[in-house]
């Protein structure tokens, strides 16, 4: 069953109008939505601090100069926009010579391994590396060649500075929190996340070899790479924060992909077998779409959008938007379809107890250096405390948020139930 449009209330702070204005941007020629809000120069910079942190930036930047619009842009904003593109093409160029040494490393000592993200997404997802708002580079590695893996990364220049359950993040030594005015610059800290792949996956197996720079990497094979995506998705709609580019980059890939039938033939035989995976993808593209256009070809969503119970249709119609348009560091908002998620269809999650107010401070934001002198641990002391009450603040403000979305939410599964 589906639910009506008409349950869509649209935004009713004048900022969330604008952020739906630049969305609606990427799916149109005309840029007369955002103007005709006629932004003042207060909001026109914090709609740019906005894009800047949801990754949109020079993906706005670039579609208006595609469309000779840039000239609408004030100046300031527009000489902003220009001096990031600029830095971030250093900057994606120092990304590619780290991804380069480092498939060389894991080459030489025979890893069985695969790039994620970054290089992989270049050309159906990102038409130019120089575009993306790039923050870390991500490696898939089989779990026989984990501890060789770490052991490289090691003699790399980085240490292991978190785990999460089959991920490692590791980051190099020092002062490695970065400021906004950073995000385009090429700057010496570095930070690599290893996944481990599940036992007994086949997807190590499949991969398809990509050549940068007379190297030849390997990535996930299509089929894969775009799963992943989607799926990568899936787990951070189910997440406080979501950076807004990932689903302009998962749209731009599904519409290069969209005349490829045999595609699509394989991808749908991969999730016949897999509910609870056709399921994800299925959020996370009918999320997508509320928040863009209807992009994903129709014989995919006739298979995924049916299995999307009525509660998680709700959820993306009433909540999504309010979720995904906020500000960082995010929403509590996720844990209402979280709920139903973990309910109804068994997914693995935390509680929302524990989810509302953690138990534990947060992890560091700077890694340990090596020689940790006392002005060090001072420095990173200084760094910690703010952030920590930072954390607190958006645990006890988005969960008052949480408590009263949550009485409606329940009125709305009482309702549906009988």
């Known amino acids: 069953m589906q639910v009506p449009r008409t349950s869509v209330r649209p935004p009713t702070r004048r900022h969330d109008r604008l952020r739906q204005a630049v969305m609606d941007f990427f799916c149109s020629n005309s840029i007369d939505h955002l103007q005709?809000?006629?932004?003042?120069?207060?909001?026109?910079?914090?709609l740019l601090q906005w894009l800047h942190v949801s990754g949109l930036a020079l993906y706005f930047f670039d579609r208006l100069t595609s469309l000779q619009l840039s000239d609408r842009l004030p100046p300031a904003i527009h000489e902003e926009l220009e001096q990031a593109f600029t830095d971030n093409t250093l900057r994606s160029r120092a990304f590619l010579e780290e991804t380069l040494r480092l498939n060389r490393a894991f080459q030489d000592e025979g890893v069985l391994y695969a790039n994620l993200k970054g290089i992989t997404l270049c050309p159906f997802s990102v038409p130019r590396m120089e575009l993306r708002s790039q923050l870390d580079l991500d490696?898939?590695?089989?779990?026989?060649?984990?501890?060789?893996?770490?052991?490289?990364?090691e003699r790399c220049g980085y240490r292991l500075h978190a785990v999460s359950g089959k991920s490692m993040e590791f980051k190099t030594p020092g002062r490695s929190n970065p400021r906004l005015s950073d995000l385009y610059k090429v700057t010496p800290h570095r930070s690599v996340e290893l996944h481990v792949e599940p036992e007994g996956s086949p997807r190590l197996h499949r991969v398809e070899w990509i050549r940068r720079e007379g190297l030849s990497m390997p990535s996930l094979s299509p089929v894969d790479h775009y799963l992943s995506q989607a799926l990568h998705l899936f787990k951070h709609i189910r997440g406080e924060f979501t950076r807004l580019s990932w689903f302009l980059e998962f749209r731009h890939h599904t519409e290069?992909?969209?005349?490829?039938?045999?595609?699509?033939?394989?991808?749908?035989?991969?999730?016949?077998?897999?509910?609870?995976?056709?399921?994800?993808?299925?959020?996370?593209?009918?999320?997508?779409?509320?928040?863009?256009?209807?992009?994903?070809?129709?014989?995919?969503?006739?298979?995924?959008?049916?299995?999307?119970?009525?509660?998680?249709?709700?959820w993306?119609?009433?909540?999504?938007?309010?979720?995904?348009?906020?500000?960082?560091?995010?929403?509590?908002?996720?844990?209402l379809l979280e709920e139903e998620l973990t309910r109804k269809e068994a997914f693995a999650g935390r509680s929302v107890q524990a989810a509302l107010l953690p138990r534990r401070l947060p992890p560091g934001i700077n890694c340990k250096p090596e020689q940790?002198?006392?002005?060090?641990?001072?420095?990173?002391?200084?760094?910690?405390?703010?952030?920590?009450?930072?954390?607190?603040?958006?645990?006890?403000?988005?969960?008052?948020?949480?408590?009263m979305a949550s009485m409606q939410w329940r009125q709305f599964l009482s309702g549906s139930a009988q």
């Open 36 to 46: 005709g809000l006629n932004p003042s120069a207060t909001e026109w910079c914090r």
């Open 139 to 153: 490696f898939l590695v089989d779990p026989a060649c984990a501890e060789r893996a770490h052991a490289i990364l």
């Open 256 to 314: 290069a992909r969209k005349a490829d039938s045999i595609f699509w033939n394989d991808f749908l035989s991969l999730l016949q077998d897999d509910k609870k995976t056709a399921l994800g993808y299925g959020i996370a593209a009918t999320t997508s779409q509320e928040l863009l256009d209807r992009f994903v070809p129709s014989h995919v969503s006739a298979v995924t959008e049916p299995l999307l119970s009525m509660a998680t249709r709700y």
């Open 316 to 335: 993306i119609t009433r909540y999504s938007r309010t979720a995904l348009l906020t500000d960082f560091p995010g929403s509590k908002l996720y844990l």
């Open 372 to 403: 940790d002198s006392l002005s060090a641990k001072l420095y990173r002391l200084r760094q910690q405390v703010p952030y920590v009450f930072f954390r607190l603040r958006f645990h006890l403000v988005e969960g008052a948020r949480y408590l």
